[in-house]
């Protein structure tokens, strides 16, 4: 593009190209497929632009991506942003030593990391991820943060599946979303 400034996309224009995949990964599920925006560089950095909006409306001095596909739009963000990126995942896969948090799923219990240097007393961190559904994860994530002394300052998504309503774990952050499903 050459330093060509795109013009503003629009969350009708974002909704649309995101695909749907009926009967993805079992029978039943509908699968919101974000690929074909990750695909088309101008939607992209749409939803990097009106991401990096609602970080600065937060003052958010520290993004932390939830594996795998929050990495996606965190590092993007990140880079436009000029912020540190860190990560949060599930056992095992940070090298470094690390700092958990154990939170109970429908039926059994899950577990996320981060390196146990990422976050710093007082930082404010915004949480980011492509979809928030349950909100089981978000809310660990939140609680993750908080066990490491930050303050999570807002959780902020690609896509909300309002129907499954995550919003409810997730009542003691500010949520930001560009699409609802």
Avoid at 107 to 116: C, M, N, P, Q
Avoid at 123 to 130: A, C, P, Y
Wanted: aromatic letters at 8%; hydrophobic letters at 45%; one cysteine or more.
């Amino acid at each position: 593009m050459g330093g060509k400034i795109a013009p503003r996309v629009t969350v009708a224009q974002l909704k649309r190209a995101v695909r749907d995949v009926p009967n993805f990964p079992i029978p039943g599920i509908v699968f919101k497929d974000i690929t074909p925006v990750l695909a088309n560089p101008r939607l992209f950095r749409g939803v990097t632009r009106i991401l990096a909006d609602k970080a600065r409306a937060h003052r958010a001095q520290v993004l932390l991506g939830i594996e795998s596909r929050g990495f996606l739009f965190g590092a993007a963000l990140a880079d436009h942003l000029g912020l540190p990126l860190q990560l949060v995942r599930k056992p095992g896969k940070l090298p470094y030593k690390t700092a958990g948090y154990s939170y109970e799923l429908e039926y059994g219990t899950d577990r996320l990391e981060i390196h146990i240097d990422a976050i710093k007393r007082g930082d404010r961190v915004m949480i980011v991820d492509d979809l928030l559904a349950t909100g089981g994860t978000a809310a660990a994530a939140c609680k993750l943060v908080e066990q490491q002394g930050g303050d999570v300052v807002c959780c902020a998504f690609f896509i909300e599946l309002g129907f499954l309503e995550g919003r409810k774990k997730l009542v003691r952050w500010p949520i930001e979303r560009i699409i609802e499903f």
